[in-house]
């Protein structure tokens, strides 16, 4: 019966030692009030006579009215959002310097070219210079190629000077890059030449008049 008895108070004093070991580590967390903490008058805790056990924590003060451990949660928190926020930002700027913009160039074709000298005659051995307008007039190609419907008559190089060679029909066309057109028809002669009968008829006539 003795051993029975002295075994309870084995168990009992095992039992109570661990008991004061928690109050010790917790310093008697128990109830605490509206602002988380309790009064501790016998400063068990030896943090003085009131401290706090906010969300289960051991004993502790509040420096300055914060929770050292909701302080530190809220910048872990913070910490990590500032994180995710950064990495965000840096996904959208490496999104948006992915993306390339393309220009595509605007190009303005002739819509009309016309030869602008009016040359109908032209001697053997003789030269013209022809031009040509382009509309519009800020078209991106403005390129000609001059062409003689018969080299043999008149030649026309590629700055549109045409030269005669010999009597005939001949046509002159200025043609653009995308195929717009213009041309003109020359009739190539002889020159006129001044005879001896041309000489006396005119000498005749101004005697006739009076003027010697």
């Not at 009992?12 to 928690?22: D, K, T």
């Not at 310093?27 to 009064?39: E, I, P, V, W, Y």
């Not at 005659?121 to 013209?128: C, F, L, T």
């Not at 002889?190 to 009076?210: D, H, M, R």
Request: charged content about 15%.
């Amino acid at each position: 019966m003795k051993k029975y008895i002295k075994k309870i108070v084995s168990v009992l004093i095992i039992i109570l030692s661990i008991l004061s070991i928690q109050i010790s580590v917790y310093s008697h967390s128990g109830r605490t009030d509206a602002n988380g903490g309790h009064k501790d008058n016998k400063n068990k805790s030896g943090l003085g006579s009131y401290h706090y056990h906010c969300g289960g924590h051991p004993a502790h003060l509040h420096p300055n009215g914060v929770c050292p451990y909701s302080s530190s949660s809220q910048s872990s928190t913070s910490s990590s959002s500032s994180g995710s926020s950064s990495t965000s930002g840096s996904s959208s700027s490496s999104s948006s310097s992915s993306k390339t913009t393309t220009s595509v160039p605007s190009t303005i074709a002739v819509t009309e070219i016309q030869i602008e000298e009016k040359i109908e005659d032209m001697e053997i051995g003789g030269n013209e210079k022809l031009t040509a307008t382009i509309t519009p007039s800020n078209a991106t190609d403005k390129n000609l190629t001059w062409q003689s419907s018969d080299e043999s008559i008149a030649t026309v190089d590629s700055t549109g000077e045409v030269t005669a060679k010999k009597s005939g029909v001949v046509t002159i066309t200025a043609t653009t890059s995308n195929g717009k057109s213009s041309a003109i028809t020359i009739n190539v002669k002889e020159p006129v030449k001044l005879g001896s009968s041309y000489i006396t008829n005119t000498l005749v006539g101004k005697t006739n008049a009076g003027i010697v």
